[in-house]
């Protein structure tokens, strides 16, 4: 069974910066796209950004590029997600994600794409 853990969030300051991690376990589990999406209060979950594991090519969401920064330790099986600059608009609940079915999806931050959740992290930022 595969398990994400995200950790890391928090309440900051608008210009503020944080950095979540997630962590994932599972005996057989090989994730071809990770990805980092989030769903504020009465919103749809939207995509952030994303890594292709093999390769590590990354993608972003323009409401985020330049100031968010995804990254990967094979070695640790984590995933991260550096935030810089952080406005009030980047408030919400953080979730992590994995997908095994195929690396061609990488690039599409969309939540259909993606067969496997953690529980989310909360992330406030106060103007």
């Known amino acids: 069974q595969v398990q994400l853990v995200e950790s890391g969030g928090g309440s900051v300051q608008a210009g503020g910066s944080l950095r979540l991690s997630c962590a994932v376990s599972?005996?057989?589990?090989?994730?071809?796209?990770m990805g980092w999406f989030r769903q504020a209060p009465g919103k749809e979950r939207e995509g952030v950004a994303s890594?292709?594991?093999?390769?590590?090519?990354?993608y972003y969401a323009g409401s985020v590029k330049g100031r968010f920064t995804i990254s990967q330790d094979n070695a640790k099986n984590t995933m991260y997600l550096q935030m810089d600059s952080l406005k009030p608009e980047d408030t919400a609940m953080y979730y992590c994600?994995?997908?095994?079915?195929?690396?061609?999806?990488?690039?599409?931050?969309?939540?259909?794409?993606?067969?496997?959740w953690g529980q989310g992290t909360q992330v406030t930022v106060s103007s």
């Open positions: 994600a994995a997908r095994n079915g195929g690396s061609w999806a990488c690039g599409i931050l969309s939540t259909s794409l993606y067969n496997y």
């Open positions: 599972g005996t057989t589990y090989s994730s071809d796209c």
């Open positions: 890594i292709a594991t093999r390769g590590g090519r990354t």
